[in-house]
């Protein structure tokens, strides 16, 4: 007798919508779309002032996702691939938000928030910005064209309403009206949109066993990306609440010599000037959010 | 049943605070209510104050937890709604409940989509009612929880439902004592100062006294137990850490239950370091009993100062004296015990106010002076007092270190002479560690390496807690929010004179037990002290 398991008969009928229904859960229960740090926004009365820093690290983000779409938009290999690609692309070029594409809409949200930075094209990208640019750009360049896919896919429309869903409440409590979080709540209406299109593409790319673990494997790299920038998002919040705070790095464990190792290097002057130096060595070589946009243009 | 504890970090990761540098307690209130359902269901309790920000999700996606409770102050409230939050997210089958003294004094802030449960009071016997409920009703997916005492819940219709009380229960004796493997994955992490590794027992609950600013007694309803000496020694013996935290809020309460203890601890030859909180008065009362306590390991008592004048003290309704204070850190440098003192200054403080203090504070070359802003914190007598006048009802500016009340000097200048408090009394510090070192030379080098790492790492946390910037910036864009009183100026707050009846508050149920203290004796203090003043 053949012993058939609960699973593999879940997954027979249509394999790739399981897939795709296994994945999306993960997705959703991925410590990148469930960071601490959204559900502090949630929950925690944080200021305009905070979330100005919030929009200045996550601005980057805003004005370059199309620049996936575009390359992906290249390699597809197919019709079908091309048209999901497409309807997502007019959408982030301004359908549905007056013919204002995302950055614009951020914008506004930045200006609320007191801050320039999207008048300012030649502020560097902050940090965790470029380390979530980088890789995605690397997914969708370097990885199979599946890969790039599950990540600007899955890893992006499937993630993004849930993440949004714990800021706007926040965002709301700090006063902001909603047409100034007009970004964050038409992404939650219009990626469900994205998302049902996209399931439909996936799910004839999803057919056999390899293209589905590409898919998985380009959603969860770029989920955790995702992860390591929403920390690194609050610890710019954090720092610039305590701009003093010599190492932020809360109750970290650290052997009793390393502890006073630590202390020893943060105690002299020197060596932290040293750190400083190379601090700003790193961010000369970061580009502007101009260069880091025309990079994607090419 | 899969059972999760989610012991939430006070702060956003990475920002240095109390629990970094100071003090970082076991999850005590988790241990005990996880203690009650072990037998019956497995349980994990996850301390995020020692874990990475993605360890909750991850947790809760590799165990699949039928229930997720957490703890709350008012302090971390917001990061103990966080984490039901992500528990909803994740695991929308599992019962989300929250206890603590936070939900138990204002449970409508937990009135929320995501919080299935509210226990309020003593946790134990409630949540071993509620697991087994919810175990009968989770596969109908029934989140009703009608009878379930010391509860309020989520009606199938949305409703919040309050349940009646639940009676303390009477003999702490009889509820399991926390089983600290539960925490074994984080054994030799917790600390007091350089005091490590540490672990951390109660041997009561509640306090017999009524200061307004604390929400003890009222948490308790008026009413003290305590664990027997045999009980304690048990506890004491099962730890394997050499240095003990006793979190009771007052074990200096009770003389014979002290001397019970001690009596206990020499039958068995139990030898630990251990470290507590407790009234001045009482260690000033009774010099004999605390060289007993010395000599049978305690060498830290973190008390309540509070203030210089004998006036703030009855404003507070503390029901001691500065003279107490003086005479009690006197007997404890005598008996080698490291004196914590905490001290309040007062939003409505005069730079003349804050040197007076810092004097009074050299004066007593106590060991470790803590010095904090009286607060109104939600749950006391003087919270409902200053409920609408608050500059913020933010509740990250409730940990004593802001003041969420008008300041006389401008705010600046305000956290400049609080911020000043540390340098001025350090020679206070090194006099007092001077002379416990002779008292108590062994116990010191013991501690010596742990103190090398604690000031390794207070160093750290100096630069923002010296720098009375920080404490401006914690708060920019904090003050005057929703709930906050615009417009308001130190002189529109009339602080108490201690006189003054409690402000009416709705019982929570039940019947309030007499205070131990009666206010008559009390009444009796300030006339003897004002006779002594005029010389009769
Ligand atoms: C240890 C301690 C700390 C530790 C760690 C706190 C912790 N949560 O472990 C440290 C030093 C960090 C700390 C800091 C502060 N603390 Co403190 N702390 C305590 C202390 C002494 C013991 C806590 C404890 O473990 N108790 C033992 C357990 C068994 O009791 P319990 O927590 O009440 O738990 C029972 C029930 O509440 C319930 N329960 C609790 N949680 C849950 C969860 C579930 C799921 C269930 C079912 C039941 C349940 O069941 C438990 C068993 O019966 C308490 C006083 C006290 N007696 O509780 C103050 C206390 C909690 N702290 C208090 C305060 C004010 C502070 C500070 C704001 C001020 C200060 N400077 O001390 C800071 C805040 C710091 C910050 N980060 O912002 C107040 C809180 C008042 C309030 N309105 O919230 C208390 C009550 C002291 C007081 N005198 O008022 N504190
Ligand atoms: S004596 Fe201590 S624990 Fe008791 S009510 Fe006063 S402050 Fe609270």
Not at chain 1, 21 to 43: S, Y
Not at chain 2, 246 to 265: G, H, I, M, Q, Y
Not at chain 2, 504 to 525: C, F, N, Q, T, Y
Request: glycine share 6%.
């Amino acid at each position: 007798m053949t012993v058939v398991s609960i699973d593999e008969a879940r997954h027979r009928p249509d394999p790739s919508r399981a897939f795709l229904a296994d994945l999306r859960r993960d997705i959703e229960a991925h410590p990148g779309v469930n960071h601490l740090f959204l559900a502090r926004c949630a929950t925690s009365p944080f200021a305009r002032q905070d979330y100005r820093v919030f929009g200045e690290n996550h601005y980057a983000l805003v004005c370059v996702f199309t620049s996936y779409l575009e390359r992906l938009l290249v390699r597809a290999p197919s019709s079908d691939a091309k048209l999901w690609l497409a309807k997502v692309l007019v959408d982030e070029y301004g359908e549905g938000s007056e013919g204002h594409d995302h950055a614009t809409l951020y914008g506004d949200f930045l200006a609320a928030c007191g801050s320039d930075l999207h008048r300012t094209p030649d502020a560097k990208v902050p940090e965790p910005a470029y380390r979530f640019i980088r890789e995605h750009r690397r997914i969708v360049t370097e990885e199979p064209f599946l890969v790039g896919l599950g990540a600007v896919g899955p890893g992006h429309e499937w993630a993004i309403p849930k993440m949004f869903h714990a800021v706007i409440p926040g965002l709301r409590r700090a006063g902001f009206s909603e047409a100034e979080i007009h970004y964050f709540t038409l992404h939650v209406e219009q990626d469900v949109d994205h998302g049902t299109w996209l399931e439909e593409a996936l799910a004839k790319f999803g057919s056999t066993h390899e293209a589905r673990a590409q898919i998985r494997r380009g959603a969860m790299l770029s989920l955790e990306a995702r992860h390591e920038f929403w920390s690194g998002v609050q610890r710019a919040v954090v720092r610039w609440r305590q701009p003093r705070a010599v190492r932020p790095d809360g109750a970290k464990p650290r052997s009793f010599f390393g502890e006073i190792a630590l202390t020893a290097w943060d105690g002299s002057p020197r060596l932290r000037a040293l750190e400083d130096r190379v601090a700003a060595l790193q961010q000369r070589r970061r580009p502007t959010l101009r260069e880091i946009i025309d990079q994607g243009r090419r | 049943m899969r059972v999760l504890l989610v012991m939430p970090t006070p702060f956003e990761n990475g920002r240095l605070g109390l629990e970094n540098v100071v003090w970082l307690s076991e999850p005590v209130a988790l241990t005990a209510v996880g203690t009650a359902v072990r037998d019956r269901h497995e349980v994990r309790v996850l301390d995020m104050r020692l874990e990475d920000e993605d360890a909750l999700a991850k947790t809760l996606v590799e165990f699949r937890p039928h229930v997720v409770g957490t703890t709350s102050m008012t302090t971390d409230a917001y990061q103990a709604k966080a984490v039901l939050s992500v528990a909803r997210n994740i695991c929308p089958d599992a019962l989300t409940v929250v206890g603590g003294h936070h939900p138990t004094l204002c449970p409508d802030e937990f009135d929320l989509d995501y919080v299935d449960v509210i226990v309020q009071g003593e946790g134990e016997l409630t949540f071993v009612e509620l697991c087994e409920r919810w175990d009968a009703q989770r596969e109908a997916g029934d989140r009703t929880f009608a009878g379930v005492r010391g509860t309020a819940y989520r009606a199938t219709d949305g409703r919040r439902c309050v349940n009646a009380k639940r009676e303390q229960t009477a003999n702490l004796d009889a509820l399991p004592l926390p089983d600290r493997s539960l925490i074994a994955k984080y054994q030799g992490r917790y600390f007091f100062t350089g005091i490590r590794p540490m672990a951390s027992i109660f041997t009561s609950r509640g306090c017999s006294f009524d200061c307004n600013f604390c929400a003890i007694w009222e948490f308790y309803e008026r009413r003290t137990r305590f664990l027997s000496a045999s009980k304690i020694v048990d506890q004491m013996e099962a730890c394997s850490e050499p240095f003990i935290f006793v979190l009771d809020d007052n074990f200096l309460t009770n003389k014979r239950r002290a001397t019970e203890l001690c009596d206990e601890l020499e039958r068995r030859g139990v030898k630990k370091y251990w470290m507590t909180q407790g009234r001045t008065d009482f260690a000033a009362d009774h010099p004999e009993l605390m060289k007993r306590l010395a000599d049978n390991g305690l060498v830290m008592v973190l008390s309540g100062f509070e203030s210089n004048s004998d006036d703030n003290l009855a404003a507070l309704r503390k029901r001691s004296s500065w003279q107490k204070n003086i005479e009690a850190n006197r007997v404890m440098r005598e008996h080698g015990i490291f004196s914590t003192g905490i001290f309040m200054v007062r939003a409505d403080w005069t730079r003349e106010q804050f040197a007076g203090l810092w004097e009074y504070v050299k004066s007593l070359q106590i060991a470790v002076p803590l010095f904090t802003i009286l607060t109104p914190l939600p749950g006391t007598q003087l919270y409902r007092t200053y409920k609408d006048q608050l500059l913020t009802t933010d509740h990250r500016l409730f940990d004593l270190l802001h003041a969420v009340l008008p300041t006389r000097l401008p705010r600046e200048e305000f956290y400049k002479e609080f911020c000043a408090g540390y340098d001025e009394t350090e020679s206070s510090v090194r006099d007092a560690f001077k002379a416990i070192t002779k008292r108590r030379p062994k116990f010191v080098a013991k501690i010596l390496t742990g103190m090398v790492w604690f000031y390794a790492r207070t160093w750290r946390y100096q630069r923002i807690h010296f720098d009375h910037k920080s404490f401006l910036r914690d708060e920019e864009g904090l003050l005057n929010g929703p709930g906050a009183k615009a417009g308001l100026t130190w002189e529109d707050i009339t602080y108490p004179t201690g006189d003054e009846p409690d402000v009416e508050r709705e019982p929570a149920g039940g019947k309030l037990v007499r205070l131990r203290i009666s206010r008559r004796i009390w009444a009796d203090d300030v006339a003897e002290r004002s006779r002594a003043q005029v010389g009769t």
